[in-house]
């Protein structure tokens, strides 16, 4: 007998995730996030003068991480591979939630953002780029003459 979590909403979030990865990619004529084999998450925050990514990538090196910006779209590729585990007989695996294997997500980005100058980092699991927008775009107050 063993003892496995319940978790109500399994199926639903599973749906979901297949949904999103069906409909996500379908305006490609390469390779979509159909063929990946999980999603990571993405946080986009946008300011005055740029935009920030957040993408949740843990335990992924950063030197394995592919990102392209090619006629106004950001491609994030990559793969997580398994951990390697110690091959011990009493442990049985019963539930496996990280996501492995190759991950892929695109962003169309506006025509306002400065592409020779996006940088990217990854520290701690997470990936930031950092995406800033042409001078040109940026808002500018003007002062109403009396």
């Known amino acids: 007998m063993s003892l496995v979590n319940y978790d109500p909403l399994f199926s639903v979030r599973q749906l979901q995730d297949d949904i999103n990865r ?12 159909v063929t990946a084999d999980w999603i990571p998450s993405v946080d986009i925050n946008e300011l005055d003068d ?10 992924v090196d950063p030197k394995d991480v592919d990102i392209t910006l090619e006629a ?5 590729t990559g793969e997580r591979f398994a951990q390697a585990e110690k091959a ?3 442990v049985m695996r019963r539930r496996s939630e990280r996501g492995t294997g190759r991950f892929y997500r695109r962003f169309i980005l506006p025509e306002s953002v400065d592409a020779e100058k996006v940088k990217a980092t990854g520290r701690n699991g997470v990936l930031e780029i950092l995406i800033p927008k042409q001078a040109k775009a ?8 009396a």
């Open 22 to 33: 069906l409909f996500s990619g379908w305006s490609t004529n390469d390779s979509s996030s």
């Open 50 to 59: 740029k935009f920030q990514l957040y993408v949740d990538l843990p335990g």
């Open 72 to 76: 106004g779209v950001l491609t994030i």
């Open 88 to 90: 011990d007989e009493s």
């Open 138 to 145: 940026m808002p500018r107050r003007i002062k109403v003459a």
